[in-house]
Protein backbone atom coordinates (compact mmCIF):
# COMPACT_ATOMS: atom_id res chain seq x y z
CA UNK A 1 0.00 0.00 0.00
CA UNK A 2 1.33 3.44 -0.93
CA UNK A 3 -0.36 7.08 0.16
CA UNK A 4 0.68 9.92 -1.91
CA UNK A 5 0.22 13.66 -0.69
CA UNK A 6 1.35 16.24 -3.42
CA UNK A 7 2.38 19.75 -2.22
CA UNK A 8 3.62 23.04 -4.29
CA UNK A 9 0.91 23.77 -6.02
CA UNK A 10 -0.10 27.42 -5.93
CA UNK A 11 -0.61 31.11 -8.11
CA UNK A 12 2.31 31.66 -10.40
CA UNK A 13 2.90 33.95 -13.05
CA UNK A 14 3.12 32.82 -16.86
CA UNK A 15 6.79 32.28 -17.27
CA UNK A 16 7.39 31.36 -13.72
CA UNK A 17 8.89 28.60 -12.53
CA UNK A 18 7.06 26.33 -9.76
CA UNK A 19 8.41 22.77 -8.10
CA UNK A 20 5.76 20.24 -7.12
CA UNK A 21 6.63 17.55 -4.30
CA UNK A 22 5.18 14.10 -3.78
CA UNK A 23 5.93 12.57 -0.68
CA UNK A 24 5.33 8.53 -0.57
CA UNK A 25 4.68 6.42 2.18
CA UNK A 26 5.25 2.62 2.00
CA UNK A 27 8.42 0.42 2.34
CA UNK A 28 8.55 -0.10 -1.15
CA UNK A 29 8.14 3.10 -3.16
CA UNK A 30 11.84 3.29 -4.61
CA UNK A 31 10.64 -0.06 -6.76
CA UNK A 32 7.42 1.88 -7.87
CA UNK A 33 7.13 3.68 -11.36
CA UNK A 34 5.80 7.30 -10.39
CA UNK A 35 3.91 9.46 -12.50
CA UNK A 36 2.30 13.12 -12.71
CA UNK A 37 -0.69 14.03 -14.51
CA UNK A 38 -3.06 16.89 -14.72
CA UNK A 39 -6.64 17.41 -15.26
CA UNK A 40 -8.00 21.16 -16.38
CA UNK A 41 -11.57 21.99 -15.63
CA UNK A 42 -14.40 20.19 -18.10
CA UNK A 43 -10.95 18.04 -19.65
CA UNK A 44 -9.72 14.55 -19.28
CA UNK A 45 -7.14 13.62 -16.88
CA UNK A 46 -3.72 13.68 -18.97
CA UNK A 47 -0.47 12.20 -18.60
CA UNK A 48 2.46 14.78 -17.63
CA UNK A 49 4.83 12.78 -16.82
CA UNK A 50 6.80 9.39 -15.93
CA UNK A 51 9.63 8.25 -14.10
CA UNK A 52 11.08 4.46 -13.60
CA UNK A 53 11.80 3.27 -10.36
CA UNK A 54 15.14 3.91 -10.22
CA UNK A 55 14.71 7.49 -12.44
CA UNK A 56 17.31 6.28 -15.49
CA UNK A 57 14.05 6.20 -17.73
CA UNK A 58 12.07 9.18 -17.91
CA UNK A 59 9.11 10.20 -20.04
CA UNK A 60 7.66 13.52 -21.07
CA UNK A 61 4.29 14.99 -22.65
CA UNK A 62 4.94 16.58 -25.91
CA UNK A 63 3.37 19.70 -24.53
CA UNK A 64 5.68 20.04 -21.55
CA UNK A 65 8.89 18.77 -23.23
CA UNK A 66 11.86 21.09 -22.53
CA UNK A 67 9.69 22.82 -20.08
CA UNK A 68 9.11 20.10 -16.84
CA UNK A 69 11.75 18.08 -14.94
CA UNK A 70 10.78 14.97 -13.06
CA UNK A 71 12.96 13.18 -10.79
CA UNK A 72 12.46 11.24 -8.21
CA UNK A 73 15.13 10.98 -4.42
CA UNK A 74 14.71 7.14 -3.28
CA UNK A 75 15.80 7.77 -0.18
CA UNK A 76 13.28 10.62 0.70
CA UNK A 77 10.61 8.31 -0.78
CA UNK A 78 9.73 11.62 -2.90
CA UNK A 79 9.11 12.98 -6.30
CA UNK A 80 9.07 16.05 -8.30
CA UNK A 81 8.22 18.04 -10.86
CA UNK A 82 10.01 21.10 -11.36
CA UNK A 83 7.79 23.20 -13.84
CA UNK A 84 9.24 26.32 -15.71
CA UNK A 85 7.89 28.87 -18.37
CA UNK A 86 4.62 28.11 -17.42
CA UNK A 87 2.26 28.80 -19.82
CA UNK A 88 -1.80 29.85 -19.59
CA UNK A 89 -2.43 26.20 -21.09
CA UNK A 90 -0.76 24.82 -17.65
CA UNK A 91 -3.07 25.69 -15.15
CA UNK A 92 -4.95 22.21 -13.50
CA UNK A 93 -5.46 20.03 -10.30
CA UNK A 94 -1.64 18.20 -10.65
CA UNK A 95 -2.05 14.52 -9.44
CA UNK A 96 0.85 11.85 -8.54
CA UNK A 97 0.72 8.27 -8.98
CA UNK A 98 2.55 5.45 -8.46
CA UNK A 99 2.39 1.73 -9.96
CA UNK A 100 4.71 -1.05 -8.35
CA UNK A 101 4.68 -2.29 -12.54
CA UNK A 102 6.34 -0.74 -15.05
CA UNK A 103 4.19 2.02 -16.43
CA UNK A 104 3.17 4.47 -18.85
CA UNK A 105 0.97 7.31 -20.02
CA UNK A 106 -1.81 6.02 -19.68
CA UNK A 107 -4.05 6.67 -15.61
CA UNK A 108 -5.62 3.61 -16.02
CA UNK A 109 -2.36 1.98 -16.03
CA UNK A 110 -1.16 3.52 -12.15
CA UNK A 111 -2.64 2.08 -8.72
CA UNK A 112 -1.89 4.48 -6.00
CA UNK A 113 -3.10 8.33 -6.64
CA UNK A 114 -2.59 11.37 -4.34
CA UNK A 115 -5.46 14.09 -3.88
CA UNK A 116 -3.91 16.80 -6.15
CA UNK A 117 -2.67 20.10 -5.94
CA UNK A 118 -4.11 22.92 -7.68
CA UNK A 119 -1.71 25.31 -9.85
CA UNK A 120 -2.83 28.72 -11.15
CA UNK A 121 -1.37 30.25 -13.60
CA UNK A 122 -2.01 34.22 -14.78
CA UNK A 123 -0.72 36.24 -17.49
Do not use: H
Not at 20 to 45: H, I
Amino acid sequence: QVQLVESGGGLVQAGGSLRLSCAASGRSFSSYTMGWFRQAPGKEREFVAAISWKGGSINYAESVKGRFTMFRNNAKNTVYLQKNSLKPEDPAVYYCAADPRVAGTQADEYEYWGQGTQVTVFS
